[in-house]
T-cell receptor, first 115, second 115 residues
Framework: AQTVTQSQPEMSVQEAETVTLSCTYD???????LFWYKQPPSRQMILVIR??????QNATENRFSVNFQKAAKSFSLKISDSQLGDAAMYFC????????????FGTGTLLAVQP | GAVVSQHPSRVICKSGTSVKIECRSL??????MFWYRQFPKKSLMLMAT?????????EQGVEKDKFLINHASLTLSTLTVTSAHPEDSSFYIC???????????FGPGTRLTVT
């Protein structure tokens, strides 16, 4: 069975600094997708970034980028120039390829941004 | 685009009663909807997957007779918590997607409190 592990329950970063959130996963599939979701205090889940496993290039969305290491089954999220609005719970998620869009979530990392 | 709403946002009910939560896709047709449960400071736990016009598929350990899911149209799915007990108090989140293997778009969640 696929699993997603986030080993950092809480992280803190100074405003304007860079922070990296860790995520590892376990799967025997070769075709899959990985995601980072943000859940602010409002509890609304927001997609931050996605990565297709078949793509070697790391995904980037403005200040958010990932370091996808397929062999190591690692998928970390880097937030550059951190802003107060980045404070939230961040969840890493896995989805198998093919005829499914069922997501498997990690346990989450609570990110605090210090002014 | 891709907006999902949930109603109500908060509900309080007495133990032994039933409560219905609605999940609507506002600007797209959702062939698949998902229902999650989230405990405080915890991850999302998938309860069931529903496809329009067919029976929901429940995750292991989720009582299908207690958590009734109906996906009667391409824009509406409902979760009914029957004979609610205080331990059913939680945050319930739905998500929707319009094709197999496509993005899930999340609703804002419903906080259920059973007294």
């Amino acid at each position: 069975a696929q699993t997603v592990t986030q080993s950092q329950p809480e992280m803190s970063v100074q405003e304007a600094e860079t922070v990296t959130l860790s995520c590892t996963y376990d799967t025997s599939e070769s075709d899959y997708y990985l995601f980072w979701y943000k859940q602010p205090p409002s509890r609304q889940m927001i997609l931050v970034i996605r990565q297709e496993a078949y793509k070697q290039q790391n995904a980037t969305e403005n200040r958010f980028s990932v370091n996808f290491q397929k062999a190591a089954k690692s998928f970390s999220l880097k937030i550059s120039d951190s802003q107060l609005g980045d404070a939230a719970m961040y969840f890493c998620a896995y989805r198998a390829g093919g005829a499914t869009n069922k997501l498997i979530f990690g346990t989450g990392t609570l990110l605090a941004v210090q002014p | 685009g891709a907006v999902v709403s949930q109603h109500p946002s908060r509900v309080i009910c007495k133990s032994g009663t039933s409560v219905k939560i609605e999940c609507r896709s506002l600007d797209f047709q959702a062939t698949t909807m998902f229902w999650y449960r989230q405990f405080p400071k915890k991850s999302l736990m998938l309860m069931a997957t529903s496809n329009e016009g067919s029976k929901a598929t429940y995750e292991q350990g989720v009582e299908k007779d207690k958590f009734l899911i109906n996906h009667a149209s391409l824009t509406l799915s409902t979760l009914t918590v029957t004979s609610a007990h205080p331990e059913d108090s939680s945050f319930y989140i739905c998500s929707a997607s319009w094709t197999v293997s496509y993005e899930q778009y999340f609703g804002p969640g419903t906080r259920l409190t059973v007294t």
